[in-house]
């Protein structure tokens, strides 16, 4: 019988109404109970997973919260979630359907779906999605910049930028949209070019060293290629030489980096190459190794290199080892770079200090032949608007070499344009 009628017939009935209204009460108060029950579920089913990241005791939890209200369609979003981030897209993708079928404009379940057609490396799928949630909420910056994003992974740049120029059109201080934006240009830029000076003056009454370089780089779907012309005075003798630098990508996670220059000149090696294999690991880690090798006349030089690089938050650090082998023994020398990211990668300060006898920057004959070194330095680099990038450092070395001890000074100070 239902147990309104039920409560309905003991409520006519005379010398019952003391006893109806307990037994509505009573029941008034189960529900209650029972409610409190679930959303309590809930609570705790978003504490284990979030404070203690046990999804699969978070989505079990959440589960017999839904076996007492199936149609709690924000518990059920959340074990989607759940799903999604162990990579369970499949159980996902059914669970947030299973909403949006009865509750075609519910929010986080348009969010949580996008998420997972995005993560499955399903465009077509992603974008059908945030056309759903732009009929429902024509106006949301979020599904905007979202699907602008999608847009620009599906190689429609012209189409994303229409997008995210709708929502700065509505929304001037959207900070995301405006950042995406920029970030788009810059992936539509496959051409970057540099300028740099760098001046060493010295202790003592030697003149100063002046060098230039000019580069100009193309960015490829395998990697990036640079050709680049350097110029020195040093000791009143000036002179170039011709480089080219590429960074190939081999396969996921593992790239490398090739270098060749000639030159003609007294003070340039007559030619010099480099190669390096860099790997991603775990914990944000990035290996490599590597060798340099110089030829200054009948004299060959190679230097054996290995670095690990660490990325932690907004900070890099970098510590790296150089190895000459040599007929009077083999010298080593080590180097550490820390940077701190401000407000993304294109903005950074770093500081950076060596020690030892191998060359670090191994351009000059002189490079190989010093017994002993230690340098500091401090620098940074911003970006002035999406192309240009302004760099520059302060540097203090000494330098020890069989018949002299060098101290100096080096600026050094670079602008880059891309396009």
Not at 160 to 170: D, F, I, K, P, Y
Not at 273 to 291: D, I, M, Q
Not at 346 to 362: D, N
């Amino acid at each position: 019988m239902n147990r309104f009628v039920f409560v309905s017939r003991l409520w006519i009935q005379p010398g019952t109404g003391v006893l109806a209204g307990m037994i509505v009460a009573l029941l008034c108060g189960v529900s209650a109970v029972h409610g409190q029950s679930v959303d309590s579920l809930f609570a705790r089913a978003r504490t284990i997973a979030f404070e203690d990241e046990n999804y699969e005791k978070a989505r079990a939890m959440a589960y017999r919260a839904l076996d007492t209200a199936p149609n709690y369609h924000g518990i059920r979003v959340f074990a989607a979630r759940t799903l999604a981030w162990e990579g369970q897209h499949d159980q996902a993708r059914r669970e947030l359907r299973y909403v949006l079928e009865r509750d075609p404009d519910h929010y986080e379940a348009l969010k949580g779906i996008i998420d997972v057609e995005t993560w499955s490396d399903h465009p077509q799928e992603a974008l059908t999605y945030a056309n759903q949630a732009r009929e429902h909420y024509p106006e949301d910056p979020y599904f905007m910049r979202k699907r602008a994003s999608i847009l620009q992974w599906m190689g429609q740049p012209d189409a994303a930028a229409t997008q995210l120029n709708a929502v700065l059109a509505s929304r001037p201080d959207d900070d995301e949209a405006r950042e995406a934006l920029q970030s788009l240009r810059q992936d539509q830029m496959h051409y970057t070019t540099t300028l740099a000076a760098r001046r060493d003056a010295f202790q003592g009454s030697r003149t100063p060293w002046t060098f230039g370089t000019v580069s100009v780089g193309r960015s490829t779907s395998i990697g990036s290629i640079t050709g680049r012309v350097r110029y020195a005075h040093r000791f009143s003798t000036s002179g170039l030489q011709f480089e080219v630098d590429a960074y190939p990508s081999l396969m996921s996670g593992l790239y490398a980096y090739v270098s060749g220059g000639v030159s003609a000149s007294s003070i340039f090696p007559d030619y010099r190459f480099g190669a390096s294999l860099y790997k991603s690991l775990p914990y944000s880690l990035t290996g490599e190794v590597g060798v340099r090798h110089l030829n200054f006349g009948g004299g060959n030089t190679f230097i054996y290199t290995g670095s690990l690089t660490k990325y932690w938050g907004n900070y890099m650090i970098r510590g790296a080892t150089y190895v000459t082998p040599s007929s009077g023994g083999t010298s080593v020398s080590g180097a550490g770079t820390m940077r701190r990211y401000l407000g993304g990668a294109r903005t950074y300060v770093e500081l950076a200090g060596s020690a030892g006898a191998s060359a670090r920057e191994a351009m000059f004959e002189e490079d190989v032949q010093r017994q002993s070194s230690w340098s500091v330095s401090a620098g940074g680099q911003m970006a002035l608007n999406y192309r240009t990038l302004l760099r520059g450092s302060v540097g203090y070395d000494r330098e020890e070499f069989p018949a002299r001890v060098q101290k100096r000074v080096s600026v050094r100070l670079s602008v880059s344009y891309e396009f």
